[in-house]
């Protein structure tokens, strides 16, 4: 059957459409194109990183091998690096720092006490201490009595100008011997500046009970006296009634005989004894 008019047009409008589209696809492609894969010319080691681009001028470090130049110190050389600084970094500047007072340090003092037995109740005329090696540049002395750990006293004296003490210590509270007692111990000491302390050695106390015979003297021990009371005027004795007669609590001399009763006994005998009479001269006469 022939192909009509409008047959034939489709049929070349096709062949074209056909023709095109091969020419297109063996067309080669432009030299403007991006290409989306990009080569090398030669593979490299894939642990290698690459730096990004840097500004020399901006990013200038110097020479590695160079010596940072500190800032000198306040009255010192440049490099210098030996001096304090304050807590934010800064250096302190000559004169801020406070002056320190050196004290010189002196050994451990000695003491002696010249009485370290004591009757119990009291301290009889107190403690003579005397001490040497104290630090004169520290004006006094604390001396400290203690039992255990517990303090009984503390005291404060001056220190001459070579260092030494001699004083009589008068403590206040007394003390009581008692199975158990603590050891009793006497020593000076004196604090420094620098809140250390200095002490001298320990000398034991000793506290006797009342009563006790020391077996060395054979004294026996008593407690310190009380101090005597005031005299005072002698009072009259009131002087007794020439005729009283003492008495007991129940009323009766200390004969055991009431003279009440006794009288009125001795009258009845009388008068019974006159009666009896009159009766025998009455017998005789009849």
């Given amino acids: 059957m022939p192909l009509t008019l409008p047959g034939r047009r489709f049929g070349a409008l096709a062949a074209a459409a056909t023709i095109a589209l091969f020419a297109f696809s063996a067309a080669p492609a432009s030299a403007e194109e991006p290409s989306i894969v990009e080569t090398f010319s030669e593979p490299g080691d894939p642990n290698d990183t ?9 990013y200038d470090m110097g020479d590695p091998n160079d010596t940072p130049d500190f800032p000198p110190a306040p009255g010192g050389e440049p490099g210098d690096t030996d001096y304090d600084v304050e807590e934010n970094g800064d250096p302190v500047e000559p004169g801020e720092e406070e002056p320190v007072e ?10 002696e006490v010249g009485v370290t037995e004591f009757v119990e109740g009291g301290w009889g005329d107190g403690i003579p201490v005397r001490g040497s090696g104290f630090n004169p540049a520290i004006p006094d002395v604390a001396v400290q009595i203690s039992a255990g750990q517990g303090t ?10 070579d260092g030494t003490i001699d004083v009589v210590v008068h403590p206040v509270d007394p003390l009581y011997a008692f199975p158990g007692m603590p050891r009793i111990e006497l020593r000076a000491w004196q604090p420094y500046p620098d809140w250390s302390t200095v002490y001298s050695d320990a000398v034991e106390l000793t506290i006797l009970p009342a009563g006790l015979t020391n077996p060395d003297t054979g004294s026996t021990s008593s407690p310190t006296p009380a101090a005597p009371a005031a005299p ?7 002087k007794a009634p020439a005729a009283a007669v003492a008495k007991t609590a129940s009323g009766l001399p200390e004969t055991g005989i009431d003279t009440g009763i006794g009288g009125v006994a001795f009258a009845l005998l009388v008068s ?8 025998r001269r009455r017998a005789s006469a009849s």
């Avoid at 690459?50 to 901006?58: G, I, L, N, S, T």
């Avoid at 050196?102 to 003491?111: A, K, L, N, S």
């Avoid at 019974?272 to 009766?279: D, I, N, Q, S």
Wanted: net charge negative.
């Fill in 50 to 58: 690459v730096d990004p681009p840097v500004d020399e001028d901006e």
């Fill in 102 to 111: 050196q004290i010189p340090v002196f050994p451990p003092p000695v003491i």
């Fill in 152 to 161: 009984v006293g503390l005291y404060w004296f001056p220190v001459e100008p």
């Fill in 232 to 238: 005072t005027a002698p009072a009259e004795t009131p």
């Fill in 272 to 279: 019974g004894a006159f009666v009896l009479l009159a009766a």
